[in-house]
């Protein structure tokens, strides 16, 4: 058996099934990973229904149905939480599982599809629904852009600054087909939607002395270069829309300005996915900024509104994420200068911040992204929460680099022994992590944290805390 024949078995296994039930994460890659799997259940005349959790965890566990005699498909989580899946008495029979988590094996075998067993370490949820979407009915081609948006949004093209393995694939069919666009352009969050010196200035991969972080600096180092930045009514452009000299002037003065720094220049250029079915500057337009949006819906408790946007509405589901966009983007602002201004701990291999309850849980892992770089990138953040509907309960979000990861750290690991060790749950990627704790167990939950990490800068061997 290979990757491809797991794909195979679980579309055959939808097309037996009487009814789905899908239970998804609420993330940009879940969100988009549910909408891809509905739709193509709904070509292939299976009933379904969906329902979204932020973790799966005993709590969640009582909105998924048992003796009802639905296929429980499981997209964006579930292989690391296959215990309490038994716990649960779901049958093997009765689950499918479509993630790309490291798998936490129970009692019981559970079916499902998953990448990393075959070394597709960089293929997202959406991107597994896809790939068994596609095979359920060849006319799903249409779904590639949202399997896109899945894989951007959970990071899967940030190392390279470009898609790779099947998402690679997924991406060229969707090509392939007129539904998105490839272009090699700067890689800098905004390019379909900001004017091109609030794009630079809130760049921070790479980093950009002198403009990262001072839109009126940006803006004077644009002036600078003589390059049109204003259309004629006066508006100013959005760097999509700066004409191809133009660009291409800015970016030689953007790398000249690292060089001069002693920067590398390998980041500033990168793989850009854009839809040519949407409108010009709408943030549904572009990869990158679509999860966001997604996102945002998922953050704010409004997932179902990000699914009917993924599957076509412009109308009243656009409109309200376009206010959850504009209030999301505003508290992320309000926590990263919390963050900023409060401080942190710095231990000797991680640095972390409790928040209390002025920010919701569920967006303190983007405050932890941002922060990272404006802080020690050497050590990872941990930032604590509490969880307003269980004050007995603390989410703690974990987040590193590139370089960390490469260096051999895994928060992934962290963040699963840690909280085991304290009465939690946790789970997510190497690059990026979280868990449920008790509330009284945070300070041993830190520092346990600490003690593995330091084990896996010097010996990935085994971790005791």
């Not at 990861?405 to 009465?423: F, I, K």
């Not at 979280?434 to 800068?457: D, M, S, T, W």
């Amino acid at each position: 058996m290979g990757f491809p024949e797991d794909v195979a078995g679980a579309a055959e296994t939808l097309c037996a099934a009487g009814e789905v039930t899908i239970v998804s994460h609420i993330d940009a890659d879940g969100i988009a990973a549910e909408a891809i799997l509905g739709q193509a259940l709904d070509r292939a005349g299976v009933r379904n229904r969906s329902i979204f959790v932020r973790q799966l965890e005993p709590l969640a566990m009582r909105h998924v149905p048992k003796g009802d005699g639905s296929l429980k498909v499981f997209l964006d989580l579930g292989s690391g939480q296959q215990n309490l899946l038994e716990e649960h008495d779901l049958a093997p029979e009765e689950v499918l599982i479509l993630d790309h988590h490291v798998s936490q094996p129970a009692g019981r075998n559970y079916r499902q599809v998953n990448g990393l067993p075959y070394g597709h370490t960089r293929l997202s949820a959406a991107g597994v629904s896809y790939l068994v979407s596609r095979h359920l009915d060849p006319s799903c081609v249409d779904l590639s852009p949202l399997a896109v948006v899945g894989n951007v949004g959970d990071m899967m093209a940030r190392t390279d600054l470009q898609l790779v393995g099947p998402a690679r694939g997924i991406l060229e069919e969707g090509q392939r087909a007129g539904y998105i666009d490839l272009a090699r352009d700067l890689n800098c969050y905004g390019i379909s939607t900001r004017p091109a010196h609030v794009c630079l200035a809130f760049g921070d991969d790479p980093f950009i002395p002198g403009i990262s972080g001072n839109p009126t600096l940006a803006l004077s180092f644009l002036q600078h270069l003589g390059v049109t930045l204003q259309d004629r009514s006066g508006a100013w452009m959005v760097w999509e829309e700066i004409p191809f000299d133009g660009k291409r002037r800015i970016v030689s003065a953007l790398a000249q300005q690292l060089v001069l720094h002693g920067k590398d220049t390998s980041r500033l250029i990168g793989e850009v996915y854009l839809f040519p079915h949407e409108a010009a500057r709408s943030p549904l337009r572009n990869a990158s900024e679509f999860a966001t949006v997604l996102n945002a819906c998922g953050r704010w408790a409004k997932p179902l509104v990000g699914s009917r946007i993924c599957r076509g509405d412009r109308g009243g589901a656009y409109r309200e994420a376009e206010h959850m966009l504009t209030h999301h983007r505003g508290i992320i602002r309000e926590l990263l200068q919390f963050i900023l201004d409060r401080g942190v701990t710095e231990l000797s291999h991680l640095q972390y911040i409790h928040v209390g309850d002025r920010f919701p849980d569920t967006i303190i892992g983007i405050g932890a992204g941002m922060a990272l770089s404006k802080l020690n990138p050497k050590k990872p953040i941990l930032i604590l929460g509490q969880m307003a509907e269980d004050p007995l309960v603390s989410k703690a979000s974990l987040r590193t680099t590139d370089e960390m990861v490469r260096r051999g750290v895994d928060l992934q690991q962290v963040v699963v022994t840690a909280s085991e060790r304290n009465g939690g749950s946790g789970g997510g990627h190497r690059i990026a992590a979280g868990a449920f704790i008790p509330k009284e167990a945070e300070e041993r939950f830190v520092h346990c944290a600490n003690r593995i990490l330091a084990r896996q800068y010097a010996d990935p061997g085994p971790d005791h805390c």
